[in-house]
Antibody, heavy 123, light 108 residues
Framework: QITLKESGPTLVKATQTLTLTCTFSGFSLTTTGVGMGWLRQPPGKAPEWLTL???????RYNPSLKNSLTVTKDTSKHQVVLTMTNMDPVDTATYYCAHRPTGGKFLNFFDSWGQGILVTVSS | EIVMTQSPATLSVSPGERATLSCRASQSVSTNLAWYQQKPGQPPRLLIY???TRATDVPARFSGSGSGTEFTLTISSLQSEDFAVYYCQQFNSWPPATFGQGTKLEIK
């Protein structure tokens, strides 16, 4: 059974850096074909895809946010860390980590999600 | 970036009836499309991928169809637990993968 849980601050100030950690179980990010993503969802809006990291350390970013995002993995701790710099009130959202089905890198949808963490950015 | 447009924004249907939700892509996404269901306070749940393949444990009353730019999610006989928001997501041309704005399915 796959489980994922996001952790980190729920309130940050504008211009600060946000660091979120996703702790997962039920799979390994060292297994070929495995990938994990981060998405966010502003209140009342649709999800937005942020980034995807693969078992081989290949990473893809949303071009509109590429300059502010960094994602890394710590396979020994079963964790993936998202860093987002220069936060703004428009970045207020629930942030989710999610598991991508094992397979070719082309697959970019998510079959298991964490519960999410609501991050509020104050001005 | 591919824009996904869902219609209608809100759909009112009675329990036991059929619901048909639409999703249109601004350019062809082949069958690289997924559908999700989201209930208040919960993360999205994968229902359909590859436009028509049901995810694990998804009831048979959910079905997906379409290819190219036009897609449909059909719920054959609505149950009380099906009232939620539904999102489509393309993964044909990315980054970024993109979502529709959602259809809220409400009880009539």
């Amino acid at each position: 059974q796959i489980t994922l849980k996001e952790s980190g601050p729920t309130l940050v100030k504008a211009t600060q850096t946000l660091t979120l950690t996703c702790t997962f179980s039920g799979f390994s990010l060292t297994t070929t074909g495995v990938g994990m993503g981060w998405l966010r969802q502003p209140p009342g809006k649709a999800p937005e895809w942020l980034t995807l990291i693969y078992w081989d350390d290949d990473v893809r970013y949303n071009p509109s946010l590429k300059n502010s995002l960094t994602v890394t993995k710590d396979t020994s701790k079963h964790q993936v860390v998202l860093t987002m710099t220069n936060m703004d009130p428009v970045d207020t959202a629930t942030y989710y980590c999610a598991h991508r089905p094992t397979g070719g890198k082309f697959l970019n949808f998510f079959d298991s999600w964490g519960q999410g963490i609501l991050v509020t950015v104050s001005s | 970036e591919i824009v996904m447009t869902q219609s209608p924004a809100t759909l009112s249907v009675s329990p036991g009836e059929r619901a048909t939700l639409s999703c249109r892509a601004s350019q062809s996404v082949s069958t690289n499309l997924a559908w999700y269901q989201q209930k208040p306070g919960q993360p999205p749940r994968l229902l359909i991928y590859g436009a028509s393949t049901r995810a694990t444990d998804v009831p048979a009353r959910f079905s997906g169809s379409g290819s190219g730019t036009e897609f449909t999610l059909t719920i054959s006989s609505l149950q009380s637990e099906d009232f939620a928001v539904y999102y489509c997501q393309q993964f044909n041309s990315w980054p970024p993968a993109t979502f529709g704005q959602g259809t809220k399915l409400e009880i009539k």
